[in-house]
């Protein structure tokens, strides 16, 4: 299996812009999880889908953020309108199970630079 | 709420050295903990995961222990080797309900194995 893949890798982009990051989890996979890393707070959980529902989205900063999980092998996280403190490395994870019975599976993250 | 506690000062040992991480944690005890590498550029893997009731887990080089007394996990690498070098990171879930599939991480501790 290729793994957690994640698109674009870098995307740099201008305050006001839309940013949408996508990710592909690893096939037959039911969890997946969307996480942000950034030298100040360190790795965040932002949302988290089980068979393609949002379960717990308690971590998304703010309205500007929307996640979605049309079909299970596909995720978007959506940035609008993007700002310069959103500028950071969001990781997208996916795990067989729930994580106290399993590991999870990064993706090697898109670096996001909001200008 | 839970707050995950690591050494933000880098360490730096020598080759053929033991390597030990600490990750502390207040409020309650998680019923796993688990451990992940991080190398730059890239999303951390999966090392170890380690449940309440086990007090030490092996793997090839790596060893980690769980004191649930005094909230605190170790994580060695015996014989450390430069490729060692990386970010570790260690991740909990958020309360003390473990069926969340949520998971908390530390800010990481870089280890530094010198030739």
């Known amino acids: 299996d290729a793994g957690v893949i994640q698109s674009p890798r870098h995307e740099v982009t201008e305050m006001g812009q839309e940013v949408t990051l996508r990710c592909k989890p690893i096939?037959?996979?039911?969890?997946l999880f969307w996480y942000r890393q950034t030298m100040m707070r360190g790795l965040e959980l932002l949302i988290y889908?089980?068979?393609?529902?949002?379960?717990?989205d308690s971590g998304m900063p703010e309205d500007r953020f929307s996640a979605k999980m049309p079909n299970a092998s596909f995720s978007t996280l959506k940035i609008q309108p993007s700002e310069p403190r959103d500028s950071a490395v969001y990781f997208c994870?996916?795990?067989?199970?729930?994580?106290?019975?399993?590991?999870?599976?990064f993706g090697e993250g898109s670096r996001l630079t909001v200008l | 709420s839970q707050k995950i506690e690591q050494n933000s000062e880098a360490l730096n040992i020598q080759e053929g050295k033991t390597a030990t991480l600490t990750c502390n944690y207040t409020?309650?005890?998680?019923?796993?903990l688990q451990w992940y590498r991080q190398d730059p550029g890239r999303g951390p893997v999966f090392l170890l995961l380690?449940?309440?009731?086990?007090k030490e887990k092996r793997k090839e080089r790596l060893k980690v222990t769980f004191d649930t007394t005094l909230k605190q996990s170790l994580f060695h690498i015996t014989a450390s080797q430069p490729a060692d070098s990386a970010t570790y990171l260690c991740?909990?879930?958020?309360?003390?309900?473990?069926?969340?599939?949520?998971?908390?991480f530390g800010q990481g501790t870089t280890l530094q194995v010198k030739p």
């Open positions: 994870a996916s795990s067989l199970t729930e994580a106290y019975t399993g590991e999870l599976f």
């Open positions: 096939s037959g996979h039911d969890y």
């Open positions: 889908f089980n068979n393609n529902v949002p379960i717990d």
């Open positions: 409020n309650y005890s998680p019923a796993y």
């Open positions: 380690i449940r309440e009731n086990e």
């Open positions: 991740a909990l879930p958020p309360s003390s309900s473990s069926n969340t599939g949520k998971l908390i």
